[in-house]
């Protein structure tokens, strides 16, 4: 992992292991963040993450380095704690079943998404439907491997690596039957919006908005002309 | 396979076997499908059933069947089959890319439309998304294992069973880098409609517009009333 980050060109890579809580609070670790200018967040258990560092000083630093402009990312589970409310897990290669899926507060760096991963790899769009039926107020995002979404100010993001973002917009949406409650019974939800985003097309998280490749670089230019 | 069907009310059940084209002309299998009110097609290959049936006395017997009101079924390949426009091939559980699909002309019973099967099971909104940004006037069909679409007069269909059909709609769309041409880039594609439908939903192919069960039902009973 040191030297992934090296051949980035980071000059200097402290690795952080913190596996319970009490030692989110130990000086020794929390000296480890003196002078940090990003922080990356392995896979895992997402759960794991927040239960073990939520609200611990080790957490207050993440959310300070993050304010002063550093750079805060993850992959996997690591991606998924990113959000305020976040997917914990649900059936993969599936519809959505009404019921099948479980959610909790993330860290809430980004506020009103709902983050997936490994997206199309392992068939999760059903169970991203499923997240965004039960609040469209969330906008769904559902990540590719070796992909990711590089999200400026918390309201724009932009899509790097070879495969493609998924945003699944409810706000368009005129009926479902998530509010039922048949237990197991497939999702039923209408007239969604989805974005499928590649390399270099970014997305206006507020406005809802999708811009391609194209016309961000027609955008650029405008600029540079003016 | 006949006790399946016996099971379902059906009161005799005959089995056409071709596997080569001479056999779709020969009088003794055309014979058997004398007096026939439905035909069910198994799974396979679809470009193995198109190449082998497609334009022979046979074919033409499917074809009269179904203008007489005959039902014309068929599971996986033999769904797919059933639109003017087929889906042959192309990767599951990977977000589409440039150039990766195979296409070709099926049977025609079902106009406007593309077939998608094992849907949800092997995540394949990817690819069907590819064929639709490839000319939005068809509309992707994805339909899951144990779920089915009723298509009545070619316009309505209802879904039954227990999984999803999924309806992507490229009417909408706004922008897509499909025919840039780059080979093997990530499909993006901006402003899909897509409908998630389940048991008793049902969808018009000419508004492109979906119905809930609840509405369906109160329409039913609205008619009643009068």
Same mark, same amino acid.
């Given at each position: 992992?040191?030297?992934?980050?090296?051949? $980035?060109?980071?000059?200097?890579?402290? &690795? $952080?292991?913190?596996?319970?809580?009490?030692?989110?609070?130990?000086?020794?670790? %929390?000296?480890?963040?003196?002078?940090?200018?990003?922080?990356?967040?392995?896979?895992?258990?997402?759960?794991?993450?927040?239960?073990?560092?939520?609200?611990? *000083?080790?957490?207050?630093?993440?959310?300070?380095?993050?304010?002063?402009?550093?750079?805060?990312?993850?992959?996997?589970?690591?991606?998924?704690?990113? /959000?305020?409310?976040?997917?914990? /897990?649900?059936?993969?290669?599936?519809?959505?079943?009404?019921?099948?899926?479980?959610?909790?507060?993330?860290?809430?760096? =980004?506020?009103?998404? =709902? =983050?997936?991963?490994?997206?199309? &790899?392992?068939?999760?769009?059903?169970?991203?439907?499923?997240?965004?039926?039960?609040?469209?107020?969330?906008?769904?995002?559902? %990540?590719? !491997?070796?992909? #990711?979404?590089?999200? &400026?100010?918390?309201?724009? $993001?932009?899509? %790097?690596? !070879?495969?493609?973002?998924?945003?699944?917009?409810? &706000?368009?949406?005129?009926?479902?039957?998530? #509010?039922?409650?048949?237990?197991?019974?497939?999702?039923? =939800?209408?007239?969604?919006?989805?974005?499928?985003? /590649? !390399?270099?097309?970014?997305?206006?998280? #507020?406005?809802? $908005? *999708?811009?391609?490749?194209?016309?961000?670089?027609?955008?650029?230019?405008?600029?540079?002309?003016?």
């Amino acid at each position: 992992m040191r030297r992934v980050f090296r051949d $980035l060109g980071v000059r200097e890579v402290v &690795e $952080l292991d913190i596996r319970e809580r009490q030692e989110a609070r130990e000086e020794a670790k %929390i000296r480890l963040l003196d002078n940090v200018a990003g922080v990356f967040f392995s896979g895992g258990d997402q759960r794991r993450m927040t239960s073990q560092l939520g609200d611990t *000083p080790i957490y207050g630093r993440f959310q300070e380095i993050y304010d002063e402009g550093g750079v805060i990312c993850g992959t996997s589970a690591g991606a998924s704690v990113m /959000s305020d409310v976040m997917l914990i /897990s649900g059936d993969s290669k599936e519809s959505y079943r009404l019921g099948d899926l479980q959610m909790g507060p993330g860290f809430g760096l =980004i506020r009103g998404v =709902i =983050i997936d991963q490994h997206f199309a &790899e392992r068939g999760r769009i059903g169970r991203l439907l499923g997240a965004v039926a039960q609040n469209p107020r969330y906008i769904g995002l559902g %990540i590719d !491997e070796n992909t #990711a979404v590089v999200v &400026e100010g918390g309201m724009h $993001l932009r899509v %790097i690596g !070879e495969g493609a973002v998924y945003v699944v917009d409810g &706000e368009s949406v005129t009926c479902s039957n998530i #509010a039922e409650g048949r237990q197991h019974a497939a999702l039923s =939800i209408h007239d969604v919006r989805l974005q499928v985003l /590649s !390399e270099g097309d970014s997305y206006d998280l #507020a406005m809802r $908005l *999708p811009m391609s490749s194209e016309q961000g670089r027609e955008s650029r230019k405008d600029a540079a002309d003016k």
